[in-house]
């Protein structure tokens, strides 16, 4: 049967995109495919972001759509990416390249990102900069056609098993600290990149310190203009914040599901206390996944706005709340802890954990991904209108503040 669209159907329908799929999966039957040959092939096609334009992954179909093609390839039983270990690079570094990148980084980078085969990072927090990104210190000086950088970064994510990372860097410190920043694609395998692992209360090192010294970087590796990375960096972290608290899940999906099941399944361990406190975090679990909902429809119309800092700082809020219930529902039985070796998960999830484990990993949701204190501060200032927190150091150079 052909699969052909008829003649003439434009390609931002739905009929098109469907039978450009069943194409693809005629072509490349996905229990045969290996997978990284199967997702080239998707993205050669234009089905990995529809949005985007020919030749990069895409058709410059409307985002809207793309959820129907992921539940077609879903259901044929397609590859997709592990959200672990990718997902800087298909959450953050993709959206940014796409934006502020060329035609010939876009035609370099975005392929080996979709299909797994380059790994990136993110280097931006800093010993001195994580809450305030705009006063890190890390240098980059143009040399020629190249920027040679020296610096420090801190909680970086994948940095031990990426090829690339989005770097943003201090170019000019005769300014205040927004203007004097550039943003970079920094070569993780470059001479002068040392990756030093950070150990983490549950006994893994998802982190590292990352410290650059005499790192060049070729001109042509730069996104957006110089003193500009600023702008670059807030699409990024748009972007991750989307990433982190605007998944999708089903209702009582993760660990709300599991604390319910628990409830279900230990009837000994019931009280009419904990039965409240059950219900209250299961209807917020239920209101942050609707509103992630609506977020991604939102998100399928245009670029991702302040409101995806309201569903990332709901995630980090839930998870802490769950996880801290669980433990006083199990009692002493939630305080075992199995494993603390040092380790290097590949894709950390704390539905895989103990109670245990989830209790000291969603710690850290508050803190990654911009903290608590950070998005409250923008949900004020631009979803509720607020007058701005006093910015004493808004107009002063950045090498004149104190450190």
């Known amino acids: 049967m052909s699969t052909a669209p008829p003649a003439g159907t434009p390609t931002g329908t739905p009929e098109y995109l469907r039978a450009a799929v069943q194409r693809l999966l005629a072509a490349h039957d996905p229990a045969h495919t290996p997978a990284a040959e199967f997702l080239g092939a998707r993205y050669d096609a234009g089905l990995a972001w529809i949005h985007f334009p020919v030749g990069s992954g895409g058709l410059g179909a409307p985002r809207a759509l793309q959820q129907l093609v992921n539940d077609e390839f879903t259901a044929a039983g397609a590859p997709v990416l592990d959200s672990g270990r990718h997902g800087i690079g298909l959450g953050m570094a993709a959206p940014t390249l796409l934006a502020f990148g060329d035609e010939e980084i876009r035609r370099r980078f975005l392929r080996p990102l979709w299909t797994g085969e380059e790994v990136w990072c993110q280097l931006f927090s800093e010993p001195g900069a994580g809450s305030d990104l705009a006063a890190l210190a890390t240098r980059a000086v143009?040399?020629?056609?190249?920027?040679?950088?020296?610096?420090?970064?801190?909680?970086?994510?994948?940095?031990?098993?990426?090829?690339w990372a989005i770097l943003v860097t201090?170019?000019?410190?005769?300014?205040?600290?927004?203007?004097?920043?550039?943003?970079?694609?920094?070569?993780m395998t470059a001479p002068g990149v040392e990756v030093r692992p950070l150990r983490q209360a549950t006994g893994e090192a998802e982190f590292n310190e990352v410290f650059l010294t005499g790192v060049r970087i070729p001109d042509a590796h730069r996104l957006g203009a110089v003193g500009d990375g600023w702008r670059v960096a807030t699409t990024t972290l748009m972007n991750e914040r989307v990433a982190i608290g605007g998944h999708a899940e089903p209702r009582e999906g993760g660990l709300i599901g599991l604390l319910a099941g628990t409830w279900r399944e230990r009837p000994e361990l019931r009280t009419p206390g904990l039965h409240d406190a059950l219900l209250r975090l299961w209807v917020d679990a239920e209101a942050a996944r609707l509103t992630g909902e609506r977020l991604r429809q939102q998100l399928a119309a245009g670029q991702p706005g302040p409101e995806g800092s309201a569903a990332k700082l709901a995630f980090a809020r839930l998870n802490q709340q769950i996880s801290g219930l669980e433990l006083e529902l199990l009692g002493e039985e939630g305080l075992l802890y199995d494993d603390w070796t040092f380790r290097r998960p590949a894709s950390p999830s704390m539905l895989q954990g103990t109670p245990g484990y989830r209790y000291l990993r969603a710690k850290g949701n508050s803190i990654e991904g911009g903290t608590s204190e950070i998005l409250r501060g923008i949900i004020a200032e631009r979803v509720l209108g607020l007058p701005q927190e006093i910015r004493v150091d808004k107009d002063v150079a950045w090498k004149d503040l104190p450190r």
């Open 142 to 163: 143009r040399d020629g056609d190249h920027w040679v950088v020296d610096g420090q970064k801190v909680w970086t994510s994948l940095a031990h098993e990426a090829q």
């Open 170 to 187: 201090r170019t000019d410190p005769n300014v205040p600290k927004h203007r004097g920043m550039t943003y970079f694609i920094c070569d």
